[in-house]
């Protein structure tokens, strides 16, 4: 699953859990945020952070398909301010 917003988001949300993904959306959104970006796989995470600018990612540290850790190293190396 990946749901890009029409317009640049400053938030960035994966999990691989759809229905937490749809539940954090509601909940960010519901309390004023931005509509943010989701994303259930953590490859193409990664290329969603190099071609975005995102102020904010909410990261699932344990995914199968790539281990969160791995993205967080790779999100502080790339992007500090994130």
């Known amino acids: 699953m990946k749901s ?28 004023g945020f931005p509509e943010p970006a ?3 796989e953590g490859r193409q995470a990664l290329d969603l952070i190099e071609g975005g600018d995102y102020q904010l990612v909410l990261l699932d540290l ?7 850790m791995e993205i967080l190293k790779s999100i502080k190396s790339g992007h500090p301010q994130v």
Do not use: N, R, W, Y
């Open 4 to 31: 890009l917003p029409p317009k640049d988001t400053p938030i960035l949300v994966i999990d691989d859990d759809t229905g937490l993904l749809t539940s954090i959306h509601a909940v960010l959104v519901g309390a």
């Open 38 to 40: 989701l994303c259930s």
């Open 62 to 68: 344990m995914m199968p398909d790539c281990d969160g």
